[in-house]
């Protein structure tokens, strides 16, 4: 169920989005959702980030690989 809410900004600034959102061919809702949903995931995605980072302790960053290392398989 979608809720209406109401936020405010300078006239200049609502003006540009608007004209930006028309060269887009998206409505400022539209937009609006997308960034509140990025929004609420964006610490989710952090975490994950840190997760991965965690997994990864035994990669040590600096090694230089010859040709012949690179392309052994």
């Known amino acids: ?3 209406n809410i109401t936020f405010s ?3 200049n600034l609502i003006r540009k989005a608007r004209e930006k959102a028309r060269q887009q061919q998206v409505t400022l ?3 609006f959702r997308h960034w509140l949903t ?3 995931q ?3 995605r952090y975490d994950r ?3 991965l980072m965690s997994d990864l302790t035994y ?3 600096g090694t230089k690989f010859s ?3 690179l392309n052994e398989r």
């Open 9 to 11: 900004a300078e006239n």
């Open 38 to 40: 990025n929004y609420v």
């Open 59 to 61: 990669v040590k960053p």
């Open 49 to 51: 980030f840190d997760d």
């Open 42 to 44: 964006s610490d989710a």
């Open 29 to 31: 809702n539209k937009i």
């Open 67 to 69: 040709r012949d290392e």
């Open 1 to 3: 169920m979608l809720k």
